[in-house]
């Protein structure tokens, strides 16, 4: 009985950082790869690297994005950050 007192802390440690850093970083791992999943070519996006471009071409991993007229660049599905907040809230006025 003493020692399952003396790891109670420690669970108790663990249950809440499970709650408070593990759980929401699955969640966000989850939307990020079902946003990765609902790409469409005329998406406006974000790379990791701050690049911003619209997709013009999706493969199985890999999506081309046209960052400047003339100007393509090819990037792995895993390297789009987001899609452009800016350009997404025009989409939806229309």
Do not use: C, W
Not at 2 to 21: D, E, G, R, S
Not at 31 to 45: F, R, W
Not at 49 to 54: E, L, M, P, Q
Not at 87 to 93: F, G, I, R, S, V
Request: glycine share 6%; proline share 3%.
């Amino acid at each position: 009985m003493a020692t399952l007192l003396n790891l109670l802390p420690l669970i108790v440690v663990f249950v809440i950082f499970y709650f408070m850093l593990i759980r929401p970083q699955k969640k966000q791992q989850q939307k990020h790869q079902e946003m990765l999943n609902n790409l469409k070519i005329g998406d406006y996006v974000i790379t990791i690297g701050g690049i911003k471009g619209v997709i013009t071409k999706i493969r199985d991993n890999e999506v081309k994005l046209r960052v400047a007229t003339g100007v393509e660049m090819e990037f792995l599905k895993s390297a789009v950050a987001r899609l452009d907040p800016k350009h997404e809230k025009e989409e939806e006025e229309k």
